[in-house]
């Protein structure tokens, strides 16, 4: 049976997980609001995802795929994390438009 | 039981300047007084049964507290040396300093702080035995820089009077120059011999072959030192000055503690000066030179206590001159009786003082003889010992000064018996216009004149006493001070001088100087009524010795004054290059980090476009040199 990547060029994955990459990116300078910027770095965390996995695939290895858990694990605490703190920003300051978060100026 | 005792003499001053430091104001004035006064008299009990028991069995108590400092070669204990020498001194650094503690509490009673004065007078005196009593050079130098600071504390004790405050700093600046020297000799003798002991220099210098080149200047950097402390030309100039103190202060550091210290350091290294004829010749000249000047200047001088200061830088002279002479037992003998009739003089100058409410200049003085008869008494007695009228005890200590110097240069001589008569003449100048003829003061005065209280007159009765019959420790043909001091000098004593023609001529002639000097004196200031000009009319050599030779004046030209354009100098110029150097990093440093702060503004944005530039330049260059 052929495997997906015999079906499906590696080179494929590769534009993907750019094109996706890239997306998280300008997401995340364009974007104002601070959960659309959270939403484009899980983005660009999936896209890196996507890449190990591929790559672990093509290699027949299958370390790539233990760092997508750990990296999926991570992400979720800092989700968790991130929210929470946007939370208490939005209560204290009722917006969370990250022009507007500047309290840490040197 | 040796040990406890020693401690007990050494910190019960110690005691009595903390107690009166801390608690003195609560004990109120008497109580500080009498504190202190007790404090020092404890120490001299305990002398008087060290001394006793030193006379009886001659054996010398040596202390050892504890390792000081040890090294591979050198070896240091902290430790005392009773031996006949400290103990002498001690006799009459606590003897005298417990009569002069006495007299203070009458003397200093109506002065605001006077716990303060006490607690100082009681470390001077606590600083005093640690130099006498120290059995090496370094438990000596502690006593010594001691006594130069508590010196420097109650000279300006009057704090308020800027004069008083610059005449305390010279005399402590003067005297870290001598210490510098005595430093110097330390280290030298430290580093060849490899003990500062006192008794292990001693069985060092005389049994080892030594460089005597080092020998000669170590015993001269040493001498320096004692120039410093026993003012001694050409650091004498702080002692005239040092009057500014209160008059219990000035008996205290002329007659009885610091100014011997230079004294009693010589004696104590006699074994090291006497391995130099050089540096002998040289405190010998010294001595009889700085007897001499100090003399002519005394001639003049009008305050009663300058007088009487210039008088002990010129006893201190003669000392130096026997001491250079080798002739260590006799300047100790003139150390004694000298703070005998000194302190008395000191103290009893300002029972005048006193009785004048800080009236100084002797042109203002005149008749107390009427009023203060003993204060007058207890006076001539002493002015009669100083200048060396037979029977009294500056009679045979300076006769003996005299006749070494006759025996071994006569030039030298000269100059001492100069400075003797000249003594006699200023002595009994001063005495006439003090207590003679009409009082010259105003009326408010003379109204107030009374005789001081006993506190005052009590150690002025035994002060006189000691002058008049101290001489007893050390009679020609029969010296218990030689014999007793046998011990702890070198070289045989100079030997009994036989009482013969010779000796018998000497002694006429000085009391013979002595007494033409006193005659001039009596026909000029007592049978014809003089009184020494205002200072605007003083001209001539007189205004010369009157100015002090100008030394002063000389020293702030050739040292004083380029050190002080040197010091602006450095000031003006080079500090303030160098402050602009290093203000200038410090603004460099300012302005960056002001550049760089702007990097921190705050914004997310902005942040988040540098980590995405950052992660791109990284893959690229990653990128880029995996094509090459």
Redesign the interface.
Same mark, same amino acid.
Request: hydrophobic share 45%; no cysteine.
């Given at each position: 049976m052929q495997t997906v990547l015999e079906q499906i060029d590696i080179q494929n994955y590769i534009y993907l997980s750019t094109i996706l990459f890239c997306t998280g990116v300008f997401g995340v300078l364009y974007r104002r609001n601070a959960i659309i910027v959270f939403m484009s770095i899980e983005i660009m965390l999936n896209a890196v995802n996507l890449l190990l996995v591929a790559f672990s695939t093509f290699h027949q290895d299958a370390q790539g795929q233990v760092f997508v858990f750990f990296s999926m694990a991570v992400a979720a605490a800092e989700v968790a994390v991130g929210l929470a703190i946007l939370v208490s920003i939005f209560r204290n300051l009722g917006s969370i438009d990250i022009d507007n978060l500047k309290k840490l100026k040197g | 039981m040796e040990t406890t005792l020693a401690l007990v003499l050494l910190l019960a001053p110690l005691a009595g300047f903390l107690l009166n430091i801390f608690f003195g104001k609560a004990l109120g004035k008497n109580g500080s007084g009498y504190l202190g006064t007790l404090s020092v008299v404890a120490s001299f009990a305990v002398t008087l049964v060290f001394f006793l028991q030193i006379n009886q069995d001659g054996k010398a108590v040596s202390i050892a507290l504890f390792d000081w400092i040890q090294l591979s070669n050198f070896k240091l204990d902290f430790g005392f040396l009773l031996d006949q020498l400290s103990l002498l001194w001690l006799m009459f650094v606590t003897g005298i300093g417990s009569l002069i503690h006495l007299y203070s509490i009458s003397y200093m009673h109506d002065d605001e702080n006077m716990h303060k004065f006490f607690a100082y007078l009681n470390l001077f005196v606590f600083f005093m035995i640690t130099l006498v009593m120290g059995s090496n050079l370094l438990v000596m130098f502690i006593g010594w820089e001691g006594v130069g600071l508590c010196s420097y504390l109650l000279i300006g004790f009057w704090y308020k009077n800027q004069d008083y405050n610059d005449a305390a700093k010279k005399a402590f600046i003067m005297n870290r120059i001598g210490d510098l020297g005595l430093l110097i000799g330390i280290f030298i003798l430290g580093a060849s011999f490899s003990t500062l002991d006192f008794l292990g220099l001693k069985t060092a210098i005389t049994t080892t072959e030594f460089s005597d080149y080092w020998i000669a200047i170590a015993a001269l950097a040493l001498f320096i030192g004692a120039c410093g402390k026993s003012a001694q030309i050409p650091l004498y100039t702080w002692l005239p000055d040092a009057m500014a103190g209160p008059t219990p202060v000035s008996a205290l550091i002329h007659a009885a503690t610091m100014v011997t210290a230079g004294i009693f350091m010589v004696t104590r290294l006699n074994f090291l000066f006497d391995q130099s004829a050089l540096v002998q010749t040289i405190i010998a000249v010294v001595g009889a030179v700085t007897a001499l000047v100090a003399a002519t200047i005394g001639l003049v001088q009008n305050d009663i206590k300058k007088v009487l200061a210039y008088s002990t830088v010129s006893q201190l002279g003669l000392m130096f001159l026997a001491l250079g002479l080798g002739a260590y037992e006799v300047a100790v003998f003139h150390v004694v009786t000298h703070a005998f009739f000194k302190a008395c003089l000191f103290l009893g100058s300002g029972s005048v003082i006193h009785a004048l409410h800080g009236e100084q200049d002797m042109r203002n003085m005149g008749g107390l003889k009427k009023w203060m008869k003993i204060t007058y008494l207890t006076f001539m007695v002493s002015s009669l010992a100083i200048s060396g009228i037979p029977l009294f005890s500056g009679f045979f200590s300076k006769d003996e000064i005299l006749m070494v110097a006759f025996h071994s240069d006569k030039t030298l001589w000269v100059m001492a018996s100069l400075a003797s008569i000249m003594t006699a003449f200023y002595m009994f100048r001063l005495l006439y216009l003090t207590f003679f003829n009409e009082f010259r003061g105003t009326e408010e005065q003379k109204h107030h004149l009374h005789e001081s209280p006993g506190l005052i007159t009590f150690p002025l009765i035994v002060l006189a006493i000691l002058a008049a019959v101290g001489g007893v420790i050390s009679l020609p043909g029969n010296s218990w001070l030689n014999h007793f001091l046998a011990p702890v000098i070198a070289k045989e004593a100079h030997g009994e001088h036989h009482l013969d023609g010779t000796a018998y001529m000497l002694m006429a002639i000085a009391v013979v100087g002595a007494v033409i000097g006193i005659g001039i004196a009596f026909s000029k200031y007592k049978k014809n009524g003089e009184v020494p000009p205002a200072d605007a009319e003083i001209n001539g050599l007189h205004k010369v010795l009157y100015q002090k030779y100008y030394v002063d004046e000389l020293y702030m030209a050739l040292i004083v004054n380029p050190i002080n354009a040197l010091a602006r100098f450095f000031r003006d110029y080079v500090e303030t290059g160098l402050s602009a150097v290093v203000y200038g990093f410090g603004r460099a440093a300012s302005e960056l980090s002001h550049q760089g702060?702007r990097?921190?503004? &705050?914004?997310? &944005?902005t942040y988040?476009?540098a980590f995405?530039l950052g992660a791109f330049l990284i893959v690229t260059y990653v990128f880029l040199m995996s094509q090459s």
């Open positions: - | 702060r990097l921190q503004n &705050g914004s997310v &944005g988040l476009f995405v």
